[in-house]
C-alpha cells in the first residue's frame, strides 16, 4: 500500500511520521478485479470472487460487509497527493493491501504488501489495522509502517468512507538520536575551538575531545507520535536539550549554575 516517494523521503531523512488521511472506497466486481490482476504483475488479491452486494427485498443492491475487494483512496490536507491502493478483506477477519505503482519509491526499496486483521464493531461500521514492512535491496529492514483507523459501509454498501491514522517507523530512528546525544554532551562538555597564530590549534579528532564509548552513557530513545499532521524529526531535535539537561544535573549535585560553555572549563566544587 505504502510504496510512496513522499513517505520514503521522510523514512530515508530519519523522519517519525504521523498522519491522518480521509478515506473513500469503491467496491470492485470480479470482473474488473481479474481485469486489475492481470494488469499488475504480482499483486496478491483474493483468489476467489469478492462478496456480491445482495439485493434487498426492495430490490436495492446492498452489502453490509467489508468482505471482498474494493479500490481504496486516501487524502490528505495541504499538496499531499493521495494514496491508492487495492484492499482485500478476507472473512476470515484478515485483510491486504497492495499499492496499484501510482508511485514508485526513490530510492529503490522493497515493500510488502500491508498485512492486517479488521472486525465489525456495529451494523455497518468497522475497525482495521494493518503494518506494512520496508527494506533495502540488501534485504536489510529499514522501518514500518502502521495503518489504523475506521470504515463505515455508505449507500448500499458497495462504497465505505472512513479515517486512516498513518504512522511511519524508521528503523534508524534511534540511532539517529543516540548520535545525537554523545554530539549534544560533546558540544556541552568540551566544545571548543582555540585560535593560535591565526590558525585553528583544534585540527582533527586527535585535538579535538569527544565523548568516546568509555565515557558514554546508557541511552534510551522512545519515538512518541508528533499528534496531528504534524511531522516530527528523529536526528537533530535531540540535540538542544542535552546541555541544559546535564547543567540542571550538576546545579541538582553542586549547587552551581553553569552559565558559559564547555563545561570543562568551569569550577565545579560544590557551592558553600
Do not use: C
Request: glycine share 10%; no cysteine; proline share 5%.
Amino acid at each position: 500500500m505504502m510504496k510512496r516517494k513522499a513517505f520514503w523521503v521522510l523514512l530515508a531523512a530519519g523522519m517519525t511520521v504521523v498522519s491522518t488521511g480521509v478515506v473513500s472506497a469503491q467496491w470492485v466486481d470480479h470482473e474488473t478485479l481479474t481485469r486489475m490482476i492481470s494488469g499488475a504483475a504480482g499483486s496478491q488479491v483474493a483468489e476467489s470472487p469478492p462478496a456480491a452486494p445482495r439485493r434487498g427485498t426492495r430490490g436495492v443492491s446492498t452489502k453490509n460487509s467489508l468482505v471482498g475487494s474494493w479500490q481504496e483512496t486516501v487524502t490528505f490536507e495541504g499538496d499531499r497527493p493521495p494514496l491508492k491502493s487495492l484492499i482485500t478483506f478476507h472473512d476470515d477477519g484478515t485483510m491486504e493491501a497492495n499499492d496499484q505503482g501510482s508511485v514508485t519509491l526513490q530510492p529503490p526499496s522493497v515493500t510488502t504488501s500491508g498485512v492486517g486483521v479488521w472486525t465489525r464493531l456495529k451494523s455497518r461500521v468497522f475497525a482495521y489495522t494493518q503494518h506494512n514492512l520496508f527494506s533495502d535491496l540488501s534485504g536489510n529492514f529499514v522501518g514500518s509502517l502502521k495503518v489504523r483507523g475506521t470504515y463505515t459501509l455508505i449507500d448500499s454498501g458497495d462504497r465505505y468512507e472512513g479515517t486512516s491514522f498513518f504512522e511511519v517507523f524508521d528503523a534508524n530512528g534511534d540511532k539517529q538520536a543516540e548520535g545525537s546525544v554523545i554530539f549534544g554532551l560533546t558540544a556541552a562538555l568540551y566544545g571548543k575551538i582555540t585560535i593560535k597564530d591565526g590558525a585553528a590549534v583544534q585540527g582533527n579528532f586527535d585535538t579535538y575531545r569527544m565523548v568516546r564509548l568509555a565515557d558514554a552513557p546508557r541511552i534510551e530513545v522512545h519515538l512518541v507520535p508528533s499528534g496531528g499532521n504534524v511531522w516530527g524529526g528523529a536526528g537533530e531535535p535531540a540535540v538542544p536539550p542535552v546541555a541544559a539537561a546535564v547543567a540542571n544535573a550538576i546545579f541538582a549535585a553542586t549547587g552551581k549554575r553553569i552559565r558559559t560553555l564547555p563545561i570543562m572549563d568551569t569550577d565545579l566544587s560544590r557551592s558553600t
